[in-house]
């Protein structure tokens, strides 16, 4: 996992565990990961590959209390917004967090197609 690789930007390390949701698309889109798990509780970083706002409820809504401890929860979603189309962004995205408990902190660019945000549970008072 070189300086500024996918999984560097991801903050996926050599001992890490991820979740990949839905497996072959996060695999697929980030390479080779050093462990990967199926059980969100037991997972330090996940993805989530979400191209609609009910992949990325459905994910939040099943996995969010799981993984409220992880170090990195990544929503991997297509470039372009909804000015192409797509109707995920960032700003969709961001709408839905809060009710969830959850806000976003980071965005990284995955590659020409793809950006991820990374998600974490909202702090006592925010």
């Given at each position: 996992?070189?300086?500024?690789?996918?999984?560097?930007?991801?903050?996926?390390?050599?001992?890490?565990?991820?979740?990949?949701?839905?497996?072959?698309?996060?695999?697929?889109?980030?390479?080779?990961?050093?462990?990967?798990?199926?059980?969100?509780?037991?997972?330090?970083?996940?993805?989530?590959?979400?191209?609609?706002?009910?992949?990325?409820?459905?994910?939040?809504?099943?996995?969010?209390?799981?993984?409220?401890?992880?170090?990195?929860?990544?929503?991997?979603?297509?470039?372009?917004?909804?000015?192409?189309?797509?109707?995920?962004?960032?700003?969709?995205?961001?709408?839905?967090?809060?009710?969830?408990?959850?806000?976003?902190?980071?965005?990284?660019?995955?590659?020409?197609?793809w950006s991820a945000l990374r998600?974490?549970?909202?702090?006592?008072?925010?």
């Amino acid at each position: 996992m070189g300086a500024g690789s996918t999984t560097t930007k991801l903050q996926i390390k050599d001992d890490s565990t991820v979740l990949c949701h839905p497996e072959p698309a996060a695999l697929e889109m980030v390479g080779p990961l050093p462990g990967t798990t199926t059980d969100p509780a037991a997972a330090d970083v996940a993805l989530a590959v979400v191209t609609t706002p009910d992949e990325v409820e459905a994910f939040m809504t099943s996995h969010a209390a799981a993984l409220a401890d992880a170090r990195a929860v990544w929503l991997i979603y297509p470039k372009g917004g909804t000015a192409k189309g797509i109707p995920v962004s960032r700003d969709t995205i961001w709408a839905q967090m809060g009710p969830h408990g959850w806000r976003l902190v980071s965005n990284v660019s995955v590659d020409e197609v793809w950006s991820a945000l990374r998600a974490r549970p909202l702090k006592p008072g925010e």
